[in-house]
């Protein structure tokens, strides 16, 4: 399928768009002729991605530096992107941390951090977005980026997979209450991506084991999630909503 059509003049917002997964997609919006909204804290690394999509004089890329863990910041973050395009039809939630440590030892406040950036941001973006969507009578499209650690375990993770099985229930949650508002919630669940998150983990002992237990037996690229991710942001999944999408080389059905 030829989603470039589908995809060009579309607003999109993406947090965590300053590396790895995120910065992905904000390229291939762009490259398919999008207008994107890149936030992340990191704003010297949002401003040279913005500077280089908007390079050919389009200004269809807005850096915004946004913590998605204050939550008083997101809904005005969203606005913006909101005024500058004069609408939004998809919205990302991909800002997402991932400490390890054995639970046994975890402090708390480890926790709290993972799970207010990878749920609690996760549902006041979501939220926020809706409201807008709500007001300006429009449906859109929310794409959670997940895991597939928010659907099996693993050790030595335990704050970031509870936070992606919060992602996983809160898709099949939000997409429940808000189809009467035209707006479709749907779920990547990624496997392991080679991106700043994972790269270290891949060269290590651990890592390279991890890798034999994927039945295509390689780790994931970025651009592995191009299709499915062009497939929840347009109207090609216009049936699509509560939809939990594990994109992972056959890892989640690797055998017992
Ligand atoms: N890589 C994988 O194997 C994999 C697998 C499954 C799911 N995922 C998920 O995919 C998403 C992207 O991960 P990645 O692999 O691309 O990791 P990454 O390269 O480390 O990127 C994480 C992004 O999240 C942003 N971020 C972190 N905390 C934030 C906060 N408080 N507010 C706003 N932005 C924040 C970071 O930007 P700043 O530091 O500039 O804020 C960065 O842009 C995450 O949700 C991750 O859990 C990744």
């Known amino acids: 399928m030829d989603f470039g059509p589908l995809i060009k003049g579309k607003s999109i917002f993406i947090t965590g768009a300053s590396s790895g997964i995120g910065e992905h997609f904000a390229r291939l919006c762009a490259r398919l002729g999008a207008r994107v909204a890149i936030a992340a804290r990191r704003v010297d690394a ?20 946004l913590d998605v863990a204050d939550a008083a910041a997101i809904e005005p973050a969203i606005r913006a992107a909101r005024q500058k395009f004069g609408g939004l039809d998809v ?41 807008v969507w709500r007001e300006d009578k429009r449906g859109g499209s929310l794409i959670n980026i997940a895991s597939i650690l928010g659907l099996r375990q693993a050790t030595g993770v335990s704050p970031y997979a509870i936070s992606k099985a919060g992602v996983v229930q809160m898709t099949k949650l939000l997409a429940l209450e808000w189809t009467r508002y035209g707006i479709r919630v749907n779920a990547l669940a990624p496997g392991y991506i080679d991106t700043p998150m994972t790269h270290d983990y891949f060269v290590s002992d651990h890592g390279k084991a991890t890798l034999n237990r994927i039945p295509m037996r390689r780790i994931g690229r970025a651009e592995d999630l191009d299709g499915p991710f062009l497939l929840l942001a347009t109207e090609a999944s216009s049936y699509m ?8 080389g056959g890892h989640v059905v690797n055998s017992l």
């Open 91 to 131: 919205v990302v939630n991909n800002a997402g941390v991932a400490p390890d440590g054995a639970a046994i030892d975890m402090p708390m406040d480890r926790f709290d951090q993972v799970l207010d950036v990878n749920l609690r941001g996760a549902y006041a973006v979501a939220t926020a977005a809706a409201r």
């Open 46 to 65: 949002l401003r040279d991605l913005e500077n280089e999509l908007n390079a050919g004089g389009a200004a269809n890329t807005l850096a915004i530096g």
């Open 241 to 248: 909503t509560g939809a939990v999408i594990p994109v992972d």
